[in-house]
């Protein structure tokens, strides 16, 4: 049976354009897409055979006879070497490659939610792809030949490091307090103030409310800022 579509392996997020297209200067389309960044000894066993089963149907079993060049999805991550530094999160002779889609890929956690908030797949998380291959160009195109990978579907595997200094949302990077109040009101306002013997909202002169929890609770009437 031909092979039309796999699961990556898992692999770092970088570059994505998943809820919102970006253009591609070369086609002058907007598409879909991210770079996947496979772990260091990652050998993507599956994915390299669901490319060759891309080529082999387009150009024949006999590798020797398929166009030259050719552009292969599958690249070394010291390509991406600027300056004589590799991006965050780049290792030199690990495999990096490229999916994109014209159309919304489905995106979901590891629950299988849908995920609609950028914040909460960004750059650095850690995601398994559903893709497919396609072969494009070659003699009789302007391009040079080869195969790309379609994006399918993506699903959050875990949360990771950011790369770029990108932000992610409060509570992906934010633990729970442990036994906090979240039952407002007074016992919230009394939060808010610096320690004071007796000291009240309303009843009698408090210390200072820290400015920034004063905002979100406020002072009972009769309460005045030192």
Known sequence: AKLRRVITPEATLSYPALLKPKLNDMSGKEEYSAMLIFKPGEKCEELKALVRAAGVEKWGEDQTKWPRPFRSPFRDQAEKVKDGKLPEGYTAGAIFVTVKS?????????????????????????????????????????????????????????????????????????????????????????????????????RRRHAPCLPALHLAVGCAAGGRHL
């Not at 979901?108 to 995601?127: E, K, M």
């Not at 992906?172 to 109040?181: C, F, N, Q, R, T």
Request: charged fraction near 15%.
């Open 102 to 202: 014209n159309n919304p890929p489905g995106i979901i956690g590891p629950d299988n939610s849908r995920i609609l908030d950028a914040s909460q797949i960004y750059a650095g998380c850690i995601v398994k792809c559903s893709v497919n291959a396609y072969t494009y160009g070659g003699p009789g195109t302007k391009f040079t030949a080869g195969i790309a990978l379609g994006l399918q579907n993506v699903q959050k595997q875990r949360d990771g490091t950011p790369l770029g200094g990108v932000r992610i949302a409060p509570e992906v990077e934010l633990a729970p307090v442990e036994d906090a109040d979240t039952s407002g009101g007074a016992a919230a306002g009394r939060t808010a103030c610096e320690p004071g013997a007796g000291a009240q909202h309303g």
